[in-house]
Structure formats: structure tokens, C-alpha cells
């Protein structure tokens, strides 16, 4: 109990009416990006012991999939590209979720699953031109790390599963860079096409996050995780259907709130907050990293 309250404050504080924020006068605010060399990538998807069978395809999906949104703010910061660290942090991630698909695979599980969702995403944040696939890039690098605040909170508070090595590490700097990649994405789009594309783009939280809700059955070990233990499956479906879906509603507040005005980007102390959340998990589970570089960037919030 004590630790669904701590988790709805902390989260609470992260989704407070940003009103003020939105209408405040902009400040230049200094945040600093670090390039890590990860150790032992391929062993990093495996969760540490939990019988949570959607929790499990969550992990599976965010290795699969969420590549495409590497590629796309890879693509789409083109002569932004002086804001190299960042770039360079993407292409990590994407080589970080190769290996550690390849190592998936060589397991058995080919995740065919999910290919359908996989053309879909890639239709929308490449393949339809430049003006598209900048709003989609920068929509959900704006919710970036809201939703993943949310969600990992709520996760741990409710047990409703443990993120993988990847997944962890991944939202973690996806929190660090979340303001600069907004910052550098959003002024290529425009007003009239963020509210045309408003639907699909709250669509893509909820594929995300609530996906696994349907997938995990086809996944490994579900069928007999189902007839061994129904009544303790039934109790994480439930658990994991309430957190992503709260996850996928704070996506929308985010979206409507910093993604669709033209003045607003996130708060960088929310991202610096929610970094220092999911950085000391990773330290507690001695995942290892060796800071290559540093480099800071001036965020206009």
C-alpha cells in the first residue's frame, strides 16, 4: 500500500497541471548528455525472475519494435545533426536492440508477432514523407518521459512486473535526452498537421504499452503459464491492463499538453528527475557502462 501511494505522488508530481509551465516566459536550461559503452548487451534482455507473463511480452515488444523510433529521430534531426551525442545515442540503441534480438531469436522465439504492428510504425515515422515522420518522431519523443515515468512507477507499486536490462537502460536515456530531441524535432513540424495526425498519435502510446495485453498469449510459455496458474494469470492481465492503461492516459495528457501547442516543450526537470529514478535501478542491478563522452545542450523549456 505504502508503495502505491509513494508511486501515485511521484507520478502525480510528474503529471501536475503544467498550465503555468506552458504560459510561463521560456528559460535556457543546461542539460547534459553522456555517450555509455554497455557491457554484456546480449545477457541485458532478460528481466530479473517474475511470473508476470505480459510484463515479459512488454519487454519482448520494446525489443522489438521501438527501433523505428531511433531511426526516426536519427533521420529526422538531418542538419540538427550537431547535436551529435544525441544522434549518436539513438544509433546506440538501435545496435543495443539488434544484439540483443539476434540473441532472442537464436532462443527460438522469431517474434513474428508483432510484424504486423512493425510495418505500421514503420509506414508512419519513414515511409510517408519527411513532414509525417518528424510529427511522429516528435510526439513520441515528447511523451517519452511521461509515459515511461508512469509506467515504470506504477509497474513496481502494483507488481506488475520487472523491466528487462534493455528496457531499463534504454528508458533511461531516453529521459536524459527526451527536452533536447523534442527541442531539435518540433520546430520542423507544423500546428495544422499535428492536429490532423492528433489520433494516430495517440494511438501509438496505447499499441505500445497495451499491446502485450493481446500478444502474450502467443508468446513463450503463456499457454502453459495460463493452464498451470490461471488464477494468478488472470491477476496480472488485471494488473497489467491498469498500468498501461493509466501509462497510455498520461501519453495523451502529454501530448495534448506539450506535443500539439507550439510553445511548449517538456519540462527538463522532469526528464532529469525520471533519468535519476531509472539510472538507480540500473546501478542496483550492476548493470555496467563506461561514459565515453559528455556533451551539454542549451533547452529552451
Not at 535556457?28 to 548528455?33: G, H, N, P, Y
Not at 498537421?193 to 498469449?217: E, G, K, Q
Not at 491477476?235 to 506535443?259: G, I, N, Q
Request: glycine share 4%.
Amino acid at each position: 500500500m505504502f508503495q502505491s501511494v509513494v508511486a501515485v505522488v511521484a507520478v502525480g508530481t510528474l503529471l501536475a497541471p503544467s498550465v503555468a509551465h506552458v504560459f510561463s516566459a521560456r528559460r535556457t536550461v543546461q542539460m547534459r548528455l553522456k555517450l555509455r559503452e554497455l557491457e554484456a548487451v546480449a545477457e541485458m534482455r532478460h528481466a530479473p525472475p517474475h511470473p508476470s507473463i505480459f510484463m515479459a511480452e512488454f519487454n519482448r515488444s520494446f525489443l522489438f519494435m521501438t527501433e523505428i523510433v531511433d531511426f526516426g529521430v536519427m533521420k529526422y534531426l538531418g542538419d540538427a545533426r550537431v547535436v551529435k551525442l544525441l544522434w549518436e545515442q539513438e544509433k546506440k540503441h538501435v545496435d543495443m536492440h539488434r544484439a540483443g534480438l539476434a540473441a532472442s531469436r537464436k532462443d527460438g522465439d522469431q517474434m513474428r508477432r508483432f510484424a504486423l504492428l512493425y510495418f505500421i510504425s514503420d509506414m508512419l515515422m519513414l515511409r510517408l514523407g519527411y513532414h509525417v515522420g518528424v510529427c511522429f518522431a516528435s510526439g513520441m519523443e515528447t511523451a517519452s518521459t511521461t509515459m515511461f515515468y508512469t509506467f515504470g512507477r506504477l509497474a513496481a507499486a502494483t507488481d506488475a512486473g520487472t523491466l528487462s536490462d534493455i528496457s531499463l537502460f534504454h528508458i533511461f536515456e531516453e529521459c536524459e535526452h527526451g527536452p533536447v530531441t523534442v527541442q531539435a524535432l518540433k520546430p520542423r513540424t507544423s500546428l495544422p498537421l499535428r492536429i490532423l495526425l492528433l489520433p494516430l498519435m495517440v494511438v501509438l502510446p496505447w499499441a505500445m504499452f497495451c499491446t502485450p495485453l493481446f500478444t502474450a498469449w502467443f508468446g513463450p510459455g503463456a499457454s502453459s503459464a495460463a493452464l498451470k496458474h490461471p488464477l494468478r494469470t488472470a491477476a496480472e492481465f488485471l494488473k497489467y491492463a491498469l498500468v498501461s492503461h493509466l501509462t497510455f492516459l498520461s501519453a495523451v495528457y502529454v501530448v495534448l499538453a506539450y506535443w500539439l501547442p507550439s510553445v511548449a516543450v517538456p519540462p527538463p526537470e522532469h526528464s532529469e528527475a525520471a533519468a535519476r529514478y531509472f539510472e538507480a535501478q540500473l546501478k542496483a542491478r550492476r548493470v555496467l557502462w563506461t561514459e565515453v563522452a559528455t556533451e551539454q545542450y542549451p533547452v529552451c523549456a
